[in-house]
């Protein structure tokens, strides 16, 4: 199992009657950061942190108690190094490795990665700007080729610090990763990656303008909502790019989010993928890996999926707008309890003074339940993002998983999400058009089962052969279904968990009714609604469903119709 590390450094707290709490960076250099050199927990791959830090601001007010602390990075997974590659090379389904026996000491280290040997007769390398535990970076100018005169950042990766095989494994896996995905305008861009007997070397992209957190403390601890809607745009777009392809950053946090330069406009980079990982839309992950104040509940129950990175950005979110944590304690374990039981500060200032869009933005991403938070494509359509300039709306996957899902339910709970499709507001249902545009429809506005695949190819790197998301896709491609169109479409797309989680469920819930009363509904005995349901004979029908049915007409009650919207099956009915 992996660990979940965000010790937080000390601060000095100043009580006042106005609250005023301090926000504290090191003042020490990274290259001289005694705290993180001692500490074995320090870097969540062995490729160091890339560049230099900002100057330390000082005290700003903020929410009474919730400290704003620069947390140590997270280690990298405590995953035994033959499980891990099982995984990663797709020998194995996901979380199904078996853990041999013997330590990971037993097994010979292979130094020979297989890059390029030519690095000194390509770079120059320069002054140092950033050190970790397991190497540092430099920055560093092309001398040849088209990059000549280019400066460029160096993670120089001493191969004496890679003692184990998972130290290997990181980087040879943020490298493939990289290498991967690079090509999107908000994650770092990778160029080679070289070695010799002594080091590897990660040609990236030098980023000068610092890390987000930086950024948030030197405007006194928060963002105009407009600035943070730049931000999280940002994010989000990045985030829906790597989710596409079927990978998980799983250490999402204002640490690992640079600017390229220094001016305000600055484009937004994301960085350090030594903790991400490939995972399919009907699989779960369960290490639990990522920095303690960000990390979802889901992780610490140890099954997650991609929704553990929505969970992240809605804490990115919270801090932009508020200048704290969401959730903070005193110690590790604290913060977690917090994650798992604790809700986040909403009615004191600033929140007060912010636009309902944006409180309800944070909440619909930092929901418990991940199956009512939003995705990044969701939430890039969100009403408090709307208008916003450059927003473009990815692919998602979970319309992959939502239709799949309808396509195998009964006629009856067809005909209920249909009712509840025809409730949504423009808004919703602008989403579901983006969606529904690119999966190709015909001339004539029909979209079949084969139009699910050809968008996802059309849109794929070579991180979604690695993921295997394609194998998934070309099932959903293969069902034996009919055409389509847009209307049939928002009903098996919509997301019912994500409807609930809104404060306007209930008149959703209580309009689609009155539209299935009309349209849809109609008397039904027990034992038809067990056989439409596909309840196993064992399961006491009689028992669990009588009160799905009126007994004055023999039809579906509300609660019958809300039940039967979130779909059921003998296993649900097991666990009740």
């Not at 100043?14 to 005694?34: G, I, V």
């Not at 999280?232 to 690992?256: F, K, T, W």
């Not at 067809?414 to 058009?433: D, P, V």
């Not at 439409?532 to 609660?559: M, N, T």
Request: hydrophobic content about 40%.
């Amino acid at each position: 199992m992996g660990l979940c590390h965000g010790k937080p450094i000390e601060t000095q707290q100043h009580e006042s009657n106005n609250h005023t709490l301090s926000f504290e960076t090191d003042s020490q250099p990274p290259n001289s950061r005694a705290s993180r050199a001692s500490n074995p927990f320090y870097s969540p791959s062995p490729l160091p942190s890339l560049f230099k830090y900002s100057p330390a601001i000082s005290s700003v007010s903020s929410t009474p108690l919730r400290i704003f602390k620069r947390p140590f990075p997270p280690p990298s997974p405590a995953k035994h190094i033959r499980a891990l590659l099982a995984r990663r090379h797709g020998s194995v389904r996901p979380n199904e490795a078996p853990i041999p026996e013997g330590s990971e000491s037993e097994i010979a280290l292979d130094m020979n990665f297989g890059f390029s040997k030519q690095f000194a007769s390509h770079y120059e390398l320069g002054e140092e700007v950033g050190r970790g535990h397991f190497g540092y970076t430099c920055s560093a100018k092309a001398k040849k080729g088209n990059m000549k005169g280019q400066d460029v950042a160096v993670k120089v990766i001493p191969k004496s610090k890679m003692t184990t095989a998972i130290a290997i494994e990181d980087v040879r896996w943020e490298v493939q990763i990289l290498r991967a995905l690079t090509g999107h305008k908000n994650l770092v861009q990778f160029y080679d990656a070289y070695e010799d007997d002594e080091n590897v070397y990660v040609v990236m992209e030098l980023c000068k303008g610092g890390e987000l957190l930086d950024r948030i403390l030197a405007r006194v601890g928060k963002y105009s909502e407009d600035d943070a809607k730049t931000v999280m745009v940002q994010i989000l777009s990045v985030v829906a790019y790597c989710h596409l392809q079927g990978v998980v950053h799983r250490d999402l946090r204002p640490e690992n989010f640079w600017f390229t330069i220094k001016e305000e406009s600055s484009p937004l980079k994301a960085i350090d993928f030594g903790l991400s990982d490939h995972v399919k839309p009907d699989e779960r992950l369960n290490d639990i890996v990522g920095g303690a104040y960000c990390v979802a509940p889901e992780v610490l129950h140890q099954s997650y999926g991609t929704e553990a990175d929505m969970w992240s950005i809605g804490v990115i979110a919270y801090v932009l707008l508020c200048g704290s944590w969401p959730f903070w304690a005193r110690t590790e374990s604290g913060i977690f309890r917090a994650v798992l039981k604790a809700d986040p500060i909403f009615d004191d200032a600033p929140w007060t003074s912010l636009s309902p869009e944006a409180i309800d933005f944070v909440k619909r991403l930092l929901n418990k339940d991940y199956r009512k938070r939003l995705t990044a494509a969701q939430a890039l359509s969100h009403p408090w993002l709307a208008n916003h300039h450059d927003i473009k709306i990815p692919l998602d996957m979970i319309v992959y998983k939502l239709v799949k899902t309808c396509i195998y339910s009964s006629s009856l709970r067809k005909s209920a999400l249909g009712a509840l499709a025809k409730t949504l507001t423009i808004a919703q249902l602008a989403y579901l058009r983006e969606q529904f545009t690119l999966l190709g429809p015909s001339k004539n506005g029909f979209i079949s089962m084969s139009n699910f695949k050809m968008a996802v190819v059309k849109n794929s790197t070579d991180a979604v052969k690695d993921s295997r998301v394609l194998d998934y896709v070309s099932m959903v491609s293969s069902l034996q279904y009919r055409k389509l169109d847009f209307e049939e479409f928002c009903a098996a797309a919509i997301s019912v968990h994500q409807l609930e989680g809104m404060d306007c469920w209930e008149q959703h819930a209580r309009r689609a009714y009155e539209l299935f009363e009309k349209d849809g509904n109609r008397p039904i005995m027990i034992e038809e609604l067990a056989s439409e349901l596909r309840l196993s004979p064992s399961v006491p029908v009689h028992v669990v469903l009588q009160d799905w049915i009126r007994h004055a007409d023999g039809k579906l009650s509300f609660l019958g119709f809300v039940r039967l919207l979130h779909g059921v099956s003998s296993r649900t009915f097991r666990k009740a």
